[in-house]
């Protein structure tokens, strides 16, 4: 079935530092992408998303680019703010099937000043 | 409301007692998920409606475990004689028709079984 690997945290990174966290799938169709972020004490938030390949997402700085040809999303931020701090869910919803949310498993993000 | 709204926000409850834990999704937004999200893990996929067609109940884990939407509006996730491995933040979210909008979450129930 289909499938989301992200990698695996916690992630430290200091203030101002490049940030990339891994994303790859595995699916039949043609899923749509999605990165979510819950920072703590909040519920999880759409922070961008890509509906075909090529596409890019972007928002509040992060960056993604759906892949198709290595099954991969990678979210990205060129300088990284102690405000980051969240954890950041890689999901794809799965056009043939009800357009269900498969999720990885979170990837823990600490920025320190 | 403005986005999505659970009810209640943490209930600690007995083993072997049933719970009732509800979503107001946003208004006009055909499509509802609940979620469950065990310390420290990624989402588990309970249950999906979208407006009439008949709900995608695939990820309830075992028959103590229900839920019903009326119509396009609120819905209730009933869990029938808890068990301890039930604790979890239970999260609900809405989306237009389709998904590739995106999901709204609501904050979530946090559900302790003593």
């Known amino acids: 079935g289909d499938s989301v690997t992200q990698m695996e945290g916690p992630v430290t990174l200091s203030e101002e530092a490049f940030l990339t966290i891994n994303c790859t799938y595995t699916?039949?169709?043609?899923?749509?992408l999605f990165w979510y972020v819950q920072y703590p004490g909040e519920g999880l938030q759409l922070l961008l998303k890509?509906?075909?390949a090529d596409d890019k997402g972007s928002n509040k700085g992060f960056e993604a680019t759906y892949r198709k040809e290595t099954t991969s999303f990678h979210l990205e931020k060129g300088s990284v703010q102690v405000s980051d701090s969240a954890v950041y869910f890689c999901a794809l919803s799965d056009a043939g099937n009800n357009r269900k949310l498969i999720w990885g498993l979170g990837t823990s993000l600490a920025v320190n000043p | 409301g403005a986005g999505v709204s659970q009810s209640p926000s943490n209930k600690v409850t007995e083993k072997g007692k049933d719970v009732e834990l509800r979503c107001d999704p946003i208004?006009?937004?055909?499509?509802l998920y609940w979620y469950r999200q065990r310390l420290g893990q990624g989402l588990e996929f309970l249950i999906y409606?979208?407006?009439?067609?008949?709900?995608?109940k695939s990820g309830l884990p075992s028959d103590r475990f229900s839920a019903e939407r009326t119509g396009e509006s609120v819905s209730t996730l009933t869990i029938q004689r808890t068990q301890q491995e039930d604790s979890a933040v239970y999260l609900c979210?809405?989306?237009?028709?389709?998904?590739?909008?995106?999901?709204?979450f609501g904050s979530g129930t946090r559900l302790t079984v003593v």
């Open positions: 890509a509906t075909k």
């Open positions: 699916a039949t169709g043609y899923p749509s």
């Open positions: 409606f979208q407006g009439n067609s008949a709900p995608d």
């Open positions: 208004s006009g937004h055909t499509a």
């Open positions: 979210a809405s989306s237009l028709a389709g998904g590739n909008y995106g999901y709204t």
